[in-house]
């Protein structure tokens, strides 16, 4: 038997929007339950509000599924995804299905080129790691005499990299791009690695 909060979730992911009464007749709870569900749900990002004008008087709350309560639902992205790369290799020679994940991550890394301008390669490390972090990635980096290593401690990429390893192209790009120089990989959790771990030298870097 599913739970309440389960069935506040499938609820909010056929109904978005709904008000809190809205969701106590279709869970079957009074009210106040459903509003502790929520403040829960709410506290681990799955679940927004949002304020919606109703007639006269004060503004209604709705809530919605952010997308990580839309992530907590089965899909099958990764199986379209594998049988896209798997198609894309029977067709095009490998060099440029790796030159194609190389340009997504030099598009990406575009994006934030202002925002680079000026800095030196730790605050550049910082950024890196936020911006895998948007990714999917949890990073860390540490500096070890003259380098710095760059520790990729889970990877959103693991089930697809497993069948196409051309896709560990898309954050090697993107940490040589933002870095400005080259990162080497020195250990790789397609290998049997803990993780995947990133070099590159700690030298200034030219603006």
Same mark, same amino acid.
């Given at each position: 038997? *599913?739970?309440?909060? &389960?069935?506040?979730?499938?609820?909010?992911?056929?109904?978005?929007?709904?008000?809190?009464?809205?969701?106590?007749?279709?869970?079957?709870?009074?009210?106040?339950?459903?509003?502790?569900?929520?403040?829960?749900?709410?506290?681990?990002?799955?679940?927004?509000?949002? &304020?919606?004008?109703?007639?006269?008087?004060?503004?209604?709350?709705?809530?919605?599924?952010?997308?990580?309560? *839309?992530?907590?639902?089965?899909?099958?992205?990764?199986?379209?995804?594998?049988?896209?790369?798997?198609?894309?290799?029977?067709?095009?020679?490998?060099?440029?299905?790796?030159?194609?994940?190389?340009?997504?991550?030099?598009?990406?890394?575009?994006?934030? &080129?202002?925002?680079?301008?000026?800095?030196?390669?730790?605050?550049?490390?910082?950024?890196?790691?936020?911006?895998?972090?948007?990714?999917?990635?949890?990073?860390?980096?540490?500096?070890?005499?003259?380098?710095?290593?760059?520790? &990729?401690?889970?990877?959103?990429?693991?089930?697809?990299?497993?069948?196409?390893?051309?896709?560990?192209?898309?954050?090697?790009?993107?940490?040589?791009?933002?870095?400005?120089?080259?990162?080497?990989?020195?250990?790789?959790?397609?290998?049997?690695?803990?993780?995947?771990?990133?070099?590159?030298?700690?030298?200034?870097?030219?603006?």
């Amino acid at each position: 038997m *599913k739970s309440t909060r &389960e069935r506040i979730l499938e609820t909010l992911l056929r109904s978005p929007r709904s008000t809190i009464n809205d969701l106590a007749d279709a869970v079957g709870i009074n009210p106040i339950s459903v509003r502790h569900h929520l403040t829960n749900l709410q506290m681990e990002a799955m679940v927004e509000a949002d &304020e919606e004008r109703h007639g006269v008087g004060r503004p209604r709350l709705v809530y919605f599924l952010t997308e990580n309560g *839309k992530e907590h639902f089965p899909t099958r992205y990764l199986r379209l995804t594998t049988r896209l790369l798997t198609q894309m290799k029977e067709k095009l020679p490998g060099a440029v299905v790796g030159e194609l994940f190389r340009e997504v991550a030099s598009g990406l890394a575009d994006q934030h &080129e202002e925002q680079l301008r000026g800095l030196g390669v730790e605050e550049r490390l910082d950024m890196v790691k936020v911006l895998l972090a948007e990714e999917g990635f949890v990073v860390e980096w540490e500096r070890k005499g003259d380098e710095y290593h760059i520790h &990729e401690i889970t990877c959103p990429y693991l089930q697809v990299g497993q069948a196409h390893p051309e896709v560990c192209a898309v954050d090697q790009t993107l940490i040589s791009r933002m870095l400005s120089v080259p990162a080497n990989k020195i250990q790789c959790i397609l290998s049997g690695a803990a993780h995947c771990t990133y070099v590159v030298k700690a030298e200034p870097i030219k603006i």
